[in-house]
């Protein structure tokens, strides 16, 4: 008597209305979920996770290359200022050549959180002992920062042409140079990543309509030029993505439109110093040492000179 009485509470009418809702309910959020999943915003993220997942463990691989030696010699430039940074506490790396002040800033808070983490103590009280551990740390950095590098470029190939950006992506995630320079504390990779943001952001600029990007491009273009002076060559590519933006309105006539570019260009280049400043206020704080060290690193007995001159060099490029 008890089982049927069981069996004729769950056949009645509210029990069956009650599992009719929690289907119905099943039902409405398996439709969500794929709707979410065919959303072209989510087949993209999953693409670009993939993409960041395998270039980081390609280049993770290699990034206790050559230990216990160091024998590449501009990784000490990067790591000795930031351990002379902490020791003096202070934000001036002293350091004007290149001037690696990017990534002088990132490695000086980056290295102290860690050691503070792992060690218990500033970068400057362990830095001598475990060098090892902490250029196996900064060389993750520049990494994480090569990893970057496909992703930007996938979504710039989006830009130019959705058929190319995955191309794009692919190509600059397993490119051997990409990888390998992944591997050591030098601006190779960080200018590599800045220059690619500014041309991102760039063409959201001048395609997309997007002014916020225009001020994005630029700030780029200053931490590119605070990596790197050559960096300072970026600036071109937001100054071409303006004209090029300007040249598409065809109303106005030449004459007012010149006067347009014009005053948005010395306002770009207004912002750039703005940026500039607030990123390596220490280059113009210095600005005899940054004179100095240009002077000297342009000078023809230089070991990397060419004897080409700049347009000789993008001659070379180009044939």
Known sequence: MEILADDEKSCSPQVITSQLDITETILKISQQIRKLIDHPHTKEFLTLAVI??????????????????????????????VYQMTRNRSLNPGFFNRPNHTLHMMNFFYLNVLSYVRFGASFASTFRENHLSFYYYSRLLISIMGTLIPVTAYKIGKIIKPELSLVMGL???????????????????????FTLLVIYFTLRYSIKNENISLYFAILFSAINTAEKYPGLLSLSIVFFGMIAK???????????????????????????????????????????????????ESRSSH??????????????YIR
Do not use: C, W
């Open 171 to 193: 190509v600059f995630m397993a490119f051997p140079s990409y990888v390998f320079h992944s591997l050591f504390i030098t601006p190779d990779v960080p200018i590599t990543l």
């Open 246 to 296: 300007n040249l598409e309105n065809t109303t106005d006539p030449l004459p007012v439109r010149v006067r347009q570019i014009t005053k948005q260009l010395l306002g770009a280049s207004f912002s750039f110093f703005i940026a500039l400043f607030l990123v390596a206020p220490n280059l113009f704080f210095n600005y005899q040492k940054v004179i100095e060290a240009i002077i000297n």
């Open 52 to 81: 960041f997942t395998i270039s980081l463990l390609i280049r993770s691989i290699g990034l206790k290359h050559g230990f216990p030696l160091l024998t590449h010699p501009d990784e000490s430039v990067i790591l000795e200022p």
């Open 303 to 316: 070991l990397g000179a060419d004897q080409l001159g700049l347009i000789g060099r993008l001659l070379f």
